[in-house]
């Protein structure tokens, strides 16, 4: 057996070691055979209907892990050609491993050269695929010989990794909820800045069904915000430290606010480094206190730094940082500008909403957040761009079985027979203007206040479909008739339990027995797990009163409607769309 002593690792019985070729070739079999949606559920038993497809579609089967110790290179090359892989793949420092070792052995991370093979193995129908191979060069007799037989019998580094489709910080902390709701538990990451990758490690249940335990979810780029929560939840701070990084969420929320006020990403590049000398001058700000900002905004993963020979030592935007360019398609600047401005003044009275049940914005401000906002034209256009900023959540509503549906009635009809989609509420027309886009048979009908109806009419008519659109300007008791598919998209969650039934029975009145009707809100979970709806749904107490909502309460406010919620699918960012329909009239 295998002991410890005084943090020395001592040998175990060399019958006990495995042969790291014939492991190497069950590794490689292993990644042949297997795919997302057959392996995930036998890494977290239970896994099964919508968290199921969400992880399979979002996270590709790319590699199995292992840590192998070959005396010296050559004999690696020899193993890799003796189980059919590339001999001559390239490698490149570990940086993950090399200090989770460091750490378990208690040995200067120097000491260690761990590198990084990742030899192709092609699946079952061709897909790129790999076995990652960790190597630790352990020469006969050497001061490492004790880890490597530790390691060979714990098999701590031995992995099964996902590697995230288009991840961004919402995506990943999505999926490490949903993992953490079916057992997985963090334990350990990094990032690796010889690849620019960002990994995060968990445990599967004890009852995983494979033999592997633990898990990689990889993601391409610096994503140290979400690995810096990762880490948290994983026990490695202290209580103290845990609360310090809680109570300085704010100097992040003011970080990035004021780096998208100075308009920085506009003057940074994602390729090349920037002095702090020469950002200064570009952007009128103090070089010292620019600094200061930057080496907080690296630590976010925002900007990076960049130190290695070869490079001009400077920052440089990062994939996260480049959402907060003024230019970006899909720019989240004004959410930037939203959330470090009015919303985080409102928040300092949130103990006045929590003692109250009022808003903290009504508060502050003197008067409600509509009204607030719409006599600011400023403060309004932005609020308005803010929301726009969200319009990922709608990608998959073109799609919806009830909008397609309306769309091929549509296309087989008389053109006097063209079916409308009613937009209630709909802001500068995004998602409107998405659904017209998607479908050339729709018509549209958006209904919204003066200074928002002109917005909308100008994205409208830049998107190429303003002809097929009608305004109307007026409130909840103005919703259009005659429509066959109607959207209330971020509505109700703004108002409490009353207002919700008297907007749902305005739209229930206006709406044909054969409508639809799609509500976009985030759902509160029903079993308590982490959701973005938990956050907001504190923020909308906080700044206009409202909330956010389980299913089983919409399906209430919709039935005191006369409407019936039929089901719901989520959508990115946390976000589902509700179906509903009126209820029949009993025979």
């Not at 020469?139 to 099964?160: D, F, G, N, V, W």
């Not at 959410?335 to 985080?344: D, N, V």
């Not at 973005?532 to 089983?552: I, K």
């Amino acid at each position: 057996m295998t002991t410890t002593l005084a943090g020395e690792t001592m040998l175990p019985d060399e019958t006990m070691l495995p042969d790291d070729t014939a492991r190497l070739r069950a590794a490689a079999a292993f990644v042949r055979e297997h795919d997302s949606t057959t392996l995930l559920p036998l890494l977290l038993p239970g896994l099964d209907g919508p968290d199921l497809r969400t992880l399979a579609e979002r996270c590709r089967f790319a590699h199995a892990g292992m840590l192998l110790f070959p005396p010296d290179a050559r004999s690696l090359r020899a193993q890799l050609d003796a189980c059919g892989l590339a001999a001559d793949t390239p490698s490149h420092p570990s940086v993950v491993v090399r200090d989770r070792l460091a750490r378990r052995h208690r040995r200067d991370p120097a000491e260690l050269d761990v590198r990084i093979l990742r030899p192709q193995v092609p699946g079952a129908a061709g897909e790129h695929r790999a076995v990652e191979v960790f190597a630790l060069i352990v020469p006969p007799h050497s001061a490492l010989e004790p880890i490597a037989a530790y390691e060979r019998t714990r098999r701590h580094e031995a992995h099964l990794a996902f590697e995230i489709e288009r991840p961004d910080p919402l995506v990943l902390r999505g999926l490490c909820a949903t993992l953490a709701r079916h057992g997985a538990r963090p334990d350990g990451g990094g990032h690796n800045p010889h690849e620019n990758g960002t990994v995060l490690y968990f445990t599967t249940p004890a009852d995983s069904a494979c033999g592997y335990r633990r898990l990689e979810l990889y993601a391409h780029g610096d994503h140290r915000g979400a690995l810096a929560d990762h880490l948290a939840h994983q026990g490695e701070r202290q209580p103290a430290e845990t609360l310090l990084h809680l109570l300085t969420g704010a100097w992040t929320t003011q970080a990035l606010a004021a780096f998208a006020r100075l308009r920085l990403p506009d003057a940074m590049d994602t390729r090349t480094a920037c002095r702090t000398e020469d950002l200064a001058r570009l952007t009128g700000t103090h070089p010292r206190g620019l600094d200061s900002l930057l080496r907080y905004l690296a630590m976010l993963g925002a900007v990076t730094h960049d130190t290695g020979p070869g490079q001009q030592e400077g920052f440089r935007l990062t994939g996260l940082g480049a959402l907060l360019r003024t230019d970006e398609p899909a720019s989240m600047r004004p959410l930037a500008l939203m959330y470090g401005g009015p919303f985080y003044r409102s928040f300092g009275g949130l103990d006045h909403a929590v003692r109250t049940g009022l808003p903290a914005f009504d508060h502050l401000f003197g008067e409600n957040h509509f009204d607030h906002f719409a006599r600011d034209p400023e403060l309004a256009g932005l609020f308005d761009r803010s929301m726009a900023a969200s319009a990922r959540m709608f990608r998959p509503l073109p799609d919806h079985p009830a909008v397609t549906a309306a769309a091929r009635a549509s296309a087989s009809a008389p053109a006097t027979a063209t079916a409308t989609v009613v937009d209630v509420a709909g802001g500068n027309g995004e998602l409107l203007g998405q659904i017209l886009t998607a479908h050339p048979d729709l018509r549209g009908v958006l209904l919204e206040r003066p200074h928002a109806v002109e917005a909308a009419r100008r994205l409208l008519d830049t998107a190429g479909c303003g002809e097929r659109c009608a305004y109307r300007v007026g409130d909840f008791a103005d919703v259009p008739s005659g429509g066959d598919v109607y959207l209330l998209s971020r509505v109700l969650h703004d108002w409490d339990d009353d207002r919700c039934r008297e907007i749902l029975r305005h739209c229930a009145r206006a709406m044909p027995a054969h409508a639809d009707l799609l509500i976009v809100e985030r759902l509160l979970p029903a079993d308590g797990s982490p959701s973005l709806a938990t956050a907001w749904d504190l923020h909308m107490l906080c700044n206009v009163g409202g909330r956010e909502r389980t299913a089983a309460h919409y399906a209430r406010l919709l039935a005191d409607a006369g409407l019936d919620l039929r089901g719901h699918t989520p959508l990115p960012l946390d976000a589902h769309v509700l179906h509903a329909r009126k209820t029949p009239p009993h025979p």
